[in-house]
């Protein structure tokens, strides 16, 4: 295929460039309404396809669907220009492409559909219809966010080196002692923080990694918060901490090294660390990322505003924007609106919003469960999670092969 015609459909930026990235064309034109391809959208589309290697020659036509027969004189100068041309014809608006499937149909010019859903390209020629599947090029969370005009600024919590797999290993037993300890956590956390920040106030610096801490009022005020002592020796079999040893007066213990020190004094990581760690786990993700400050204008970075999600996932072209929130029992409705605007916003309709707690939903929050669903929001509850479901479900979720749970459609009436 030498020249690739695609119909540009503004609500779809991803798919408007997926055939191009399969085929790699030497000649790419793009076909909009009057409006559509603004210098934003060439820029966004350029800078797109050559950060992916495509070096085809662009070029950008607006036409005007009231004059029928000015639209079927630009098609008869594009093909007698591009005898080797291909329509692609998966998008577009629907006048459009009933123009340009007449035109092809009468000039025996060749047409492409893909089946995103099916995993088909269907090629229509002359001699008639044929089939063979659809592989998605490789894409990454940066790419989809560029299509959409947006760009990843940074992670903003500490981000583990996940290729150790002894570290990874260390931070899955310590998840699953989060799960466990769950009332208890924010203790974990304050407690850490506070005999962190002792040892950095004693010019031992904040990495650290002994810990030999007096039982004084403090110490000991803080230790009532927990029912026992349980979670530390917890940490302990989970490889977080070693050499533990308390009495009556002193609490002495070693930080596996200066990663899980850090994490172990943020409170707010954990959730998305499970979220993140169980869909890696799967192997099933094109891309994921943890903690992701996207800001909303790829080329303004100080005139535009900066969102943070907790965890994104991507398989193939589609997209989930993850919000994890520990506990929902006093969560409101906004939580949901917010969550489902940064879906659209940077994923479009083939992204997916999803949000993951530690309550149990349905008897926590029933009326922000039903709303969520209304919304079209999944919500994966602590039960999914303590049952180890949670990265096939998103991963069910990804394919949209992921069904509401009977009970809550027995619920609802």
């Known amino acids: 295929m030498k020249t690739l015609i695609e119909l540009y459909d503004p609500a779809h930026p991803v798919k408007n460039i997926l055939t191009a990235l399969i085929f790699k064309p030497e000649v790419l034109i793009f076909i909009g309404l009057k409006g559509s391809l603004t210098d934003r959208v060439q820029s966004l589309v350029e800078r797109l396809l050559r950060q992916k290697g495509i070096e085809a020659e662009l070029r950008f036509m607006e036409t005007d669907l009231k004059d029928g027969n000015r639209v079927v004189r630009m098609l008869e100068q594009i093909t007698w220009e591009h005898a080797d041309c291909v329509f692609e014809i998966s998008g577009g608006p629907d006048l459009l492409l009933a123009l340009v499937g007449h035109f092809c149909a009468l000039r025996g010019v060749p047409q492409l559909y893909k089946d995103v859903d099916s995993q088909e390209l269907v090629w229509i020629t002359s001699e008639g219809e044929r089939r063979e599947p659809l592989v998605l090029p490789k894409l990454g969370i940066s790419d989809l966010l560029l299509a959409y005009g947006a760009r990843l600024e940074r992670t903003d919590h500490y981000y583990p080196d996940l290729s150790d797999a002894a570290q990874e290993a260390c931070i899955g037993r310590i998840c699953q002692v989060f799960l466990r300890f769950l009332e208890e956590w924010p203790h974990v956390s304050v407690w850490f923080q506070y005999v962190c920040r002792n040892a950095a106030e004693e010019d031992r610096g904040y990495d650290c990694l002994e810990v030999s801490e007096k039982r004084d009022g403090r110490v000991n005020m803080l230790l009532r918060q927990f029912k026992n002592l349980d979670v530390f020796y917890a940490l302990q079999k989970a490889g977080a901490i070693h050499d533990l040893a308390i009495d009556s007066r002193r609490i002495r213990f070693r930080f596996e090294n200066t990663d899980i020190r850090r994490l172990l004094t943020n409170q707010g990581v954990w959730l998305e660390l499970c979220t993140y760690l169980s869909a890696a786990q799967t192997g099933g993700f094109d891309d994921l990322v943890m903690s992701a400050v996207i800001g909303w204008d790829y080329e303004n970075k100080a005139n535009y505003p900066q969102n943070e999600i907790d965890v994104v996932l991507l398989k193939g072209i589609r997209a ?14 906004y939580d949901l609106y917010e969550i489902k605007t940064l879906c659209e916003r940077f994923g479009g309709d083939m992204a997916q919003a999803v949000l993951i707690t530690a309550d149990n939903c349905l008897n926590t ?13 999944v919500i994966l509850d602590i039960n999914t999670i303590k049952k180890g479901n949670l990265g096939r479900e998103l991963l069910k979720i990804a394919a949209g092969r992921y069904h509401f749970p009977e009970q809550e459609k027995t619920k609802n009436g």
């Open 320 to 333: 989930l924007f993850i919000s994890c929130k520990t506990s929902i029992t006093k969560r409101s409705p």
């Open 365 to 377: 929050n029933h009326s922000l469960y039903i709303r969520a669903r209304e919304m079209g929001i």
